[in-house]
């Protein structure tokens, strides 16, 4: 009798996570609507009467690094006035006139808050170029590598020759490409997913991190625990991809970027990817490359989980 009521809740469970989830989800709609319409104009007010500064100016004197700028973002991004909510998507050409304007809006003294309008500059910088940088490094994902086109056939060849100096590759079309861990005799069909960026990414990592790009190829032909080296460095752009599209890398560069982030920037958190993960690779010494997907999910969860300190900043140290 114990087992059939045992297995009666155990089939309830589900249903009963999904209600609380429900209930859960609800009560924060509900917070952040009553939050958003009534308690924050409230606050708002109540806390410029109290200090004679606006949210902004107090958010400049209680935060740095990437908690302000995420602050300064959330305030702009939720604010009634339509001069604030258009200054997250201001172009970077146009950040100097923004921030004249946001003065002007909220009454505030440059003789009085001199240091408003370095630090409302450099803020509107990190955000516009967070967005400015997703949408290059779309672009490059988004061109595929073309065969006829002589400098991605360079680059692919410059790949070759940086992880394999001492080895000729004796044709474009060859099984000797497995070598350096593509699946096939022409490595253009690896690159579907993720385009040209993937073959650059490879390539920012061999020529700026040559000793540690020998290293890791060399560990990745470890008889039990190898892996192959380009496709799973292919893998890694799509992760670093995703997690820049998400906004999870804001907190990171953020604090590792003081001014605007680029596409040189992105290429860093890359390789820092690349390292990390084969050494995480050989600490988890998975039973079979089969359970890749498995060990890729957990590293990606791992990374995500260090993306969420708003003090983070992944660089390669070695």
């Known amino acids: 009798m114990g087992s059939v009521e045992t ?9 009963s996570q999904h209600s609380k989830f429900k209930r859960k989800k609800m009560f924060i709609s509900l917070w952040e609507f009553f939050y958003g319409h009534f308690f924050r104009f409230w606050m708002k007010w109540l806390l410029r009467q109290m200090t004679g500064k606006c949210e902004l100016q107090r958010i400049f004197d209680t935060y740095v690094g990437a908690q302000r700028t995420h602050r300064i973002e959330n305030s702009l991004t939720y604010s009634k006035n339509k001069v604030l909510q258009k200054a997250t998507l201001v172009v970077q050409s146009e950040v100097d006139k923004c921030v004249e304007d946001i003065m002007k809006e909220k009454n505030i003294n440059p003789e009085k808050d001199a240091s408003f309008k370095i630090c409302m500059k450099a803020c509107l910088l990190q955000i516009s170029g967070y967005k400015q940088l997703y949408l ?10 073309d065969s006829d086109n002589l400098q991605h056939e360079k680059l692919l060849l410059k790949l070759w020759n940086l992880l394999m100096p001492t080895k000729k590759l004796k044709a474009r079309i060859s099984k000797q490409w497995a070598d350096i861990g593509f699946q096939g005799d022409d490595p253009k069909t690896d690159f579907r997913g993720m385009g040209i960026l993937g073959l650059i990414n490879l390539v920012y990592f061999s020529e ?3 000793s540690e790009a020998h290293q890791i190829l060399s560990r990745s032909n470890h008889p039990k ?20 599209k998400s906004e999870a890398l804001k907190f990171h560069l953020y604090n590792f970027v003081p ?60």
Request: proline letters at 4%; charged letters at 25%; one cysteine or more.
């Open 225 to 244: 625990l190898g892996y192959s080296y380009a496709i799973v460095g292919i893998n890694l752009t799509e992760m670093a991809y995703s997690l820049l």
């Open 136 to 145: 290059d490094v779309e672009s490059v994902r988004k061109r595929p590598y």
């Open 208 to 210: 700026n991190y040559t």
């Open 259 to 318: 001014g605007i982030p680029t596409m040189e920037h992105f290429h860093q958190f890359y390789c820092y990817l690349v390292y990390e993960f084969d050494k995480f690779w050989f600490e988890e010494k998975p039973e079979s490359i089969m359970y890749f997907n498995m060990y890729r999910e957990k590293f990606h969860e791992k990374i995500k989980g260090l993306l969420l300190d708003c003090n983070v900043s992944l660089t390669l140290k070695i």
């Open 7 to 15: 297995r009666r809740e155990f089939l309830c469970t589900p249903d």
